[in-house]
């Protein structure tokens, strides 16, 4: 598969700057989070062995499972779930990186400790854009996209197990080691994903293991570049392609090939082709930016911006995902710090006003 080439510009919107990092609970919220990630452990455990991707719909709430520890107070934890959310895009983990894209087992291995020690819990881009995110108190969530579907991603040996060096393989590793890290994803993939002639095999092991599929066209097709027949045909064959390996599978996030709109826009969103139709919920350009929470009025669900993994070095060095992630953490941009009940959304009161419309009733400023 093609990597997608270098994107000198920025897609999308950058956040803006909250007035502090931790909202109203100051430093001491650090403390607080770590108390509360490790009582958390169990429960983020219980949904890492279960596939927390269905189609559950309705408020941010679906998911949650009963007899979990009564919400923490969000001044405490300094809970801003209008803050920015690093959505990371990976291509291939290959010993020799071949261009920006491309990262070491190493480095893909450190980016992902670096996560779990700054309280960071993956989520899926389904539920990123559901506004689905049920993670502890004070935990950050960040989404793990994976394009082209190449075999460094996932590679399953005889028994069924992925391989220690793959994407996978390390990103289980990671989890097992930092509990509160749980192991999903969001794999954009392409025709025969993963080097398996229709990909029966390897789908089917991530939708049995709870990771997402989504779509990135049959053929990598740079959809801005074709007709509207010819962006519905990549889209949906691609669909067709994904439900006849995995039956039931529903796809629901789109990822575009080199970042590339089609010339009628709503068409990444929505179309038919051949008898089969599509509906996305989450648009993913290639971006180079953490986007915006899902309960902001700037949030556009058919234009999310992802961050291209690398160190802060290279082209576009200071559009990384070594630099946001830095920006993240001292505050230059205010991520979102969650307040651990999923059926209200919290944050600083001076906030208020970039609460998005359909998300009122749940706000709670403070």
Not at 43 to 68: C, F, I, K, N, V
Not at 203 to 219: M, Q, S, V
Not at 222 to 240: F, H, P
Not at 273 to 279: A, F, K, N, P
């Amino acid at each position: 598969m093609r990597p997608h080439p270098p994107n000198p510009r920025p897609s999308g919107p950058r956040p803006s700057r909250p007035p502090r990092p931790w909202g109203r609970g100051g430093a001491a919220a650090q403390a607080v989070l770590a108390a509360v990630l490790l009582a958390g452990c169990s429960g983020a455990a219980q949904h890492a062995s279960s596939p927390p991707d269905g189609d559950r719909e309705g408020s941010p709430a679906a998911g949650h499972q009963a007899g979990q520890a009564a919400p923490a107070d969000p001044a405490a934890v300094g809970a801003d779930e209008l803050g920015a959310v690093p959505v990371l895009m990976y291509h291939q983990i290959v010993a020799e990186p071949q261009s920006v894209y491309d990262r070491t087992p190493r480095d893909f291995r450190a980016e992902l400790e670096r996560l779990a020690r700054e309280g960071y819990v993956p989520v899926t881009a389904r539920q990123f854009t559901a506004g689905k995110i049920d993670i502890p108190a004070g935990a950050h969530p960040v989404v793990l996209t994976f394009d082209d579907s190449t075999g460094s991603q996932l590679a399953l040996d005889a028994a069924g197990r992925p391989a220690p060096g793959s994407a996978v393989g390390i990103l289980l590793d990671v989890a097992e080691k930092h509990p509160s890290f749980r192991p999903v994803a969001t794999f954009f993939v392409n025709g025969d994903p993963f080097r398996d002639s229709g990909g029966r095999r390897t789908l089917k092991w991530l939708a049995d293991h709870g990771f997402e599929i989504g779509n990135h066209t049959l053929r990598h097709t740079t959809l801005g570049t074709v007709g509207d027949a010819e962006v519905q045909e990549a889209i949906a064959r691609n669909q067709q392609a994904i439900t006849e390996a995995v039956p039931g599978a529903s796809v629901v996030s789109l990822a575009l090939p080199n970042g590339s709109l089609p010339r009628t826009p709503q068409l990444a969103a929505k179309g038919v082709s051949g008898g089969v139709r599509y509906q996305h919920r989450g648009v993913y350009l290639v971006g180079s930016n953490p986007a915006p929470s899902p309960f902001s009025a700037a949030f556009d669900p058919r234009a999310v911006p992802r961050i291209r993994s690398q160190a802060a070095t290279g082209p576009d060095a200071q559009f990384t995902s070594t630099a946001w992630l830095d920006k993240l953490r001292d505050g230059t941009v205010g991520r979102y710090t969650s307040d651990g009940d999923p059926e209200k959304i919290s944050f600083p009161e001076e906030r208020a006003a970039e609460v998005s419309p359909s998300h009122r009733k749940a706000a709670r400023s403070y």
